[in-house]
């Protein structure tokens, strides 16, 4: 989770899970790395790391830009879907 899409993070990619930020655009170099890498990536989410505050349990469509809060795989109907468009 970050607010920005900065290039020195570009080091972190191969361990990383998934990409959330705030801004940016998924034609940006990092974005491009982490597609490159593997790691979903969503950009553009408004407030992210506000809202999703460390330990929180996401599900990430990198395909979609979708952030789902909690695990999907077996997830309780209650848990709230956020989908953000990507910038683009």
């Given at each position: 989770m970050v607010r920005s899409l900065d290039p020195a993070l570009a080091s972190l990619l191969p361990g990383l899970?998934?990409?959330?930020?705030?801004?940016?655009?998924?034609?940006?170099?990092?974005?491009?790395?982490?597609?490159?890498?593997?790691?979903?990536t969503a950009v553009g989410v408004p407030g992210a790391v506000d809202r999703f505050p460390d330990g929180t349990s996401l599900t990430l469509d990198g395909g979609t830009g979708e952030v789902t809060v909690g695990d999907t795989l077996g997830a309780a109907p209650e848990l709230a879907s956020i989908r953000e468009e990507s910038a683009a």
């Open positions: 899970a998934g990409l959330v930020a705030e801004t940016g655009s998924a034609l940006s170099h990092l974005a491009v790395l982490a597609r490159e890498c593997r790691v979903p």
